[in-house]
């Protein structure tokens, strides 16, 4: 940061604005139905305070309650809409054959 160097929007949670350490997989959720990284602090603070009970902090969209179902259909509804953040998430899943789908 001190030497110029930026990171992209995308590398910052959207609730607490802080940098997501790498490897971002390790330390941010991706969230199927409004397709933002959010820390996992964030997710640990909303459910330790009962803010929301099993619900997205960011969107507030209940969780979903068969995971791989709702989710993926909430993630193709995203990448319907044109988002690239779902569009890439759905090819990882795509690559790695999770949720039901072809590998």
Excluded: W
């Amino acid at each position: 940061y001190s030497q110029g160097h930026e990171r992209p929007e995308g590398d910052f949670c959207p609730l607490c604005l802080l940098a997501i350490p790498f490897p971002q997989h390790d330390h941010a959720l991706l969230r199927p139905c409004c397709s933002k990284l959010v820390c996992k602090g964030c997710c640990l603070m909303t459910r330790k305070n009962q803010v929301m009970d099993n619900a997205c902090p960011f969107c507030r969209t209940p969780e979903a309650k068969n995971v791989d179902v709702e989710a993926l259909g909430r993630l193709q509804k995203r990448v319907a809409a044109r988002d690239p953040e779902a569009i890439c998430y759905l090819g990882d899943l795509y690559c790695d054959g999770e949720c039901g789908l072809e590998k």
